[in-house]
């Protein structure tokens, strides 16, 4: 884990420019929002999340999280079907603030084509440069 500025980016994990992270499990990914994002909209008070057996597409809308601030559209990171649905964070939004790499989690997925759409994401490294950006 490296900071910068004041947020956190997990080595292991690969991170859209839509906030997302995904962490590829075998065969599935998990995905989530960055602590950038969840720092962004501060106190979250609810989530939409989508339910499993459904599709997401990379770059597309898949839910929403709620503010004291803004509602924001969830970016998928990855195309594929929905295995898994975090119900803990619907019922407690405010995990996506406490923990947004662990126990914040929204969705796990059976990726289409992980390997090509890697491509679209950035590793550890150009994350680190991306947040800096990001912070200035």
Known sequence: MVKVGAYEV?????????????????????????????????????AELPSAGGDVKQGEPYGTVESVKAVSDLVAAVTGTIEQVNEEVQSKPELLNEDPYLKGWLVIVKPANLQAELANLMDFNAAVEWHKNQAK
């Open 10 to 46: 997990p080595e292991g994990l690969y991170y859209s420019k839509d906030f997302e992270w995904i962490k590829v499990e075998g065969d599935k990914v998990r995905m989530g929002i960055t602590d950038y994002a969840q720092k962004s909209l501060r106190e979250i008070v609810y």
